[in-house]
């Protein structure tokens, strides 16, 4: 608990960015050679993007729920993040080549993504007795206070009286 803030935080990030879900789904867990080649593509690709911040990832969480598995990442842009998933010298290209090659749509592994282009202020965020999470990392925390302290106010929108 060392790194918990304990009090109201919200997230700013400069400009505008992305946030992009992807994931996957184990449905034939017995066919461990089908799914495991594929679950252990991911954290070789957040390596490579951790080594390279010029790539654009902000920031990247996976949460495991089998037999799910979900990556949610923050990126500078959206062509950065389309950059990466057609570079031919980046390791995502080879392994949805891959991917297609041993599972294809046969039905034993699901993967799945989503893309949200944020732009700059159409976002809100609070965090209370947290440690820098999600939005929180990718850009910068600072204390939910004043306009900041509702949701209406984080998105820069009027108070209404009630």
Do not use: C
């Not at 980046?90 to 993967?111: E, T, Y």
């Not at 799945?112 to 939005?135: I, Q």
Request: proline share 7%; aromatic share 10%; no cysteine.
């Amino acid at each position: 608990m060392s790194n918990v803030i304990p009090q109201r935080m919200t997230a700013r990030i400069e400009g505008d960015f992305v946030v992009f879900l992807i994931g996957m789904r184990i449905n034939r867990p017995w066919k461990i050679w089908k799914w495991a080649p594929v679950a252990r593509q991911m954290p070789r690709m957040l390596a490579e993007l951790a080594a390279q911040p010029e790539l654009g990832l902000l920031h990247a969480r996976t949460h495991f729920g089998l037999p799910n598995i979900l990556v949610v990442q923050y990126w500078r842009s959206f062509e950065h993040l389309h950059h990466y998933a057609t570079g031919a010298n980046a390791l995502h290209l080879p392994a949805w080549q891959a991917f297609n090659r041993a599972v294809g749509s046969n039905g034993d592994v699901g993967i799945w993504h989503e893309s949200y282009l944020v732009k700059d202020g159409a976002y809100e965020s609070v965090y209370n007795n947290m440690p820098p999470y999600g939005l929180g990392v990718a850009g910068s925390l600072q204390p939910a206070q004043g306009r900041m302290k509702s949701a209406r106010g984080r998105l820069g929108q009027p108070e209404i009286a009630g």
